[in-house]
């Protein structure tokens, strides 16, 4: 591995958003300990920023980071700070027309992502990638264990990386070395990066593909499909390409240069696996796949999946309350995510009269996507309907006619309450947004976290 602090010492770097999930923060504070000259630009202000804004300020502070250079612009971006950089860095969700990266393109300064840019500096480490519009989290985190849990077997260091809650990539490269093995999960912003870089991961996975992120791409699905399929168009002949089956049709054999598998949940069957769902026995067909390629053996993948505990908001069992199970399925952000959720939780044994028992609570900010088969799907599947505030819910409930019970409240507490009134023991409370949690929230994990708090305070 090269000299990490030297690629990046006395550099002049300018973060474009500094974020409050912990990856901005993550790698600001990485890049300021390797001594670079900093920028960090964000719209939100100090005060919105403050957690983060605290730890690098006291970062300067200490006698023993005499070298990190930090200057904040916050609460606006200006032009002069995409001039004169060797680099810049920027987090998701910059909008593809900005005027700030045309400026450092203008000027010849390289735009950088954290996860690419790992990828750029660490070339001996081996990059397993995930994505899809659904599922990429629960593949990664299975792949990641899988293989975790073969450390020993495969003789190498298993980290794990990319869009997960709180994770920084480009600080592994304090740790790993070459021949250690990254998993990643990357979304459509991070793979940007890659697409930049005209790189794609030696083995990646492409779970589904439905509309999402549509206010960002101008509802074009060409340009969304553009960037997720930077996870292949890169890879060479001795690359690898796992897809669950639904992604076929959107595979052009001439562009995916390397071996293509097709998963078969078939050939999961007889795996213990507690996480309800169809396509959640794909995204595990597809971590088998991988495990397979390092030549675990069948008894081992199965142990590993046999302790794995799922994930946190992804049809996650948070607790049985007077014979009431409650799920988290908080980052069910679209509709077709939440109706994924609403018919996972609804399969019954072929031998009983099917009866609604979903209590589904939803709601938020909207990302117009079109919502005709979730209204459809809630008076099939469901005995009843509670609604958060935003501007997608208020879209949802004039555009649709419900059949069953439906209840609009000021909040997640407030929703809570109500679904409760509306249930009886054997019923399910599923909380599955299936819209953006701006507004109401920073961001989802704060409307992950809430949600749980106010479960956990059950008795």
């Given at each position: 591995?090269k ?14 958003g500094?974020?409050?999930l912990?990856?901005g923060?993550g ?6 300990e390797?001594?670079a000259?900093?920028i960090?630009t964000d719209l ?11 730890v ?6 200490k ?7 930090v200057?904040?612009?916050l ?9 004169n950089r ?6 998701a969700?910059?909008?593809l ?19 690419s840019?790992?990828a750029k500096?660490?070339p001996g480490?081996m990059?397993i ?11 990664t985190?299975?792949?990641y264990?899988i293989?975790k849990a ?10 794990v ?8 990539t480009?600080?592994?490269l304090?740790k790993v ?5 990254l998993?990643?999960e990357?979304d459509s912003?991070?793979?940007q990066?890659?697409?930049d ?16 992120h549509?206010?960002y ?10 960037d ?26 001439e ?6 598998i097709?998963v078969?949940?078939k050939n ?5 696996f507690?996480?309800?769902g169809?396509?959640q026995?794909?995204?595990l067909?597809?971590a088998v796949e ?9 008894s081992k993948?199965k142990?590993?999946?046999k ?5 946190e ?5 948070l ?27 609804s399969i019954?044994?072929?031998d009983k009269?099917?009866?609604?028992k979903?209590?589904l ?10 919502l005709?088969d979730l ?10 309907v509670?609604?958060?505030?935003g ?5 949802l409930?004039?555009?649709s006619?419900f059949?069953?019970?439906s209840e609009?409240?000021?909040?997640i507490?407030e929703a809570?309450?109500?679904?409760l009134?509306?249930s ?12 953006a ?7 989802e994990y704060?409307?992950n976290?809430?949600?749980?708090k106010?479960?956990?305070?059950l008795k």
């Amino acid at each position: 591995m090269k000299n990490y602090k030297q690629q990046f010492r006395g550099k002049k770097i300018t973060i474009m958003g500094l974020g409050l999930l912990g990856r901005g923060l993550g790698y600001t504070k990485f890049l300021a300990e390797c001594g670079a000259d900093l920028i960090v630009t964000d719209l939100k202000t100090k005060e919105q920023l403050k957690t983060s804004v605290k730890v690098l300020e006291n970062l300067v502070k200490k006698q023993s980071f005499h070298e990190a250079k930090v200057k904040f612009v916050l609460g606006e971006h200006r032009l002069e700070d995409f001039q004169n950089r060797d680099m810049i860095i920027k987090a998701a969700g910059v909008p593809l027309d900005s005027i700030y990266i045309a400026e450092a393109k203008k000027n010849n300064i390289s735009v950088e992502m954290d996860v690419s840019l790992f990828a750029k500096c660490a070339p001996g480490v081996m990059i397993i990638g995930v994505t899809g519009t659904r599922g990429k989290s629960m593949t990664t985190t299975l792949i990641y264990e899988i293989l975790k849990a073969n450390e020993k077997f495969l003789k190498k260091n298993i980290y794990v990386g990319g869009n997960l809650r709180g994770v920084a990539t480009l600080p592994l490269l304090k740790k790993v070395k070459d021949g250690d093995i990254l998993v990643c999960e990357l979304d459509s912003w991070q793979l940007q990066g890659f697409g930049d870089a005209k790189i794609s991961p030696h083995i990646s996975i492409f779970t589904s593909f439905m509309p999402d992120h549509m206010n960002y791409y101008k509802d074009s699905m060409e340009k969304y499909f553009d960037d997720k399929a930077n996870i292949f168009k890169y890879q060479n002949k001795n690359d690898i390409l796992i897809i669950r089956p639904g992604i076929k049709e959107f595979i052009k054999k001439e562009d995916a240069k390397g071996k293509l598998i097709v998963v078969n949940r078939k050939n999961i069957e007889d795996y213990s696996f507690t996480v309800p769902g169809k396509f959640q026995q794909e995204n595990l067909a597809c971590a088998v796949e991988v495990a397979k390629l390092f030549n675990i053996s069948e008894s081992k993948i199965k142990n590993a999946v046999k302790n794995f505990k799922g994930l946190e908001g992804r049809i996650q069992l948070l607790k049985t309350y007077k014979g009431i199970k409650i799920y988290n399925d908080n980052n069910a952000t679209t509709p077709e995510a939440t109706m994924a959720g609403i018919e996972a939780l609804s399969i019954i044994p072929k031998d009983k009269k099917f009866e609604n028992k979903i209590i589904l609570i939803c709601g938020g900010s909207d990302k117009n996507l079109p919502l005709e088969d979730l209204a459809k799907g809630i008076n099939k599947f469901c005995k009843a309907v509670v609604t958060i505030p935003g501007a997608g819910t208020s879209r949802l409930v004039s555009s649709s006619k419900f059949l069953v019970t439906s209840e609009q409240t000021k909040g997640i507490k407030e929703a809570v309450t109500k679904a409760l009134k509306l249930s009886k023991k054997g019923d399910i409370i599923l909380f599955s947004p299936a819209f953006a949690s701006f507004g109401m929230f920073n961001n989802e994990y704060e409307r992950n976290d809430l949600f749980m708090k106010i479960i956990r305070r059950l008795k």
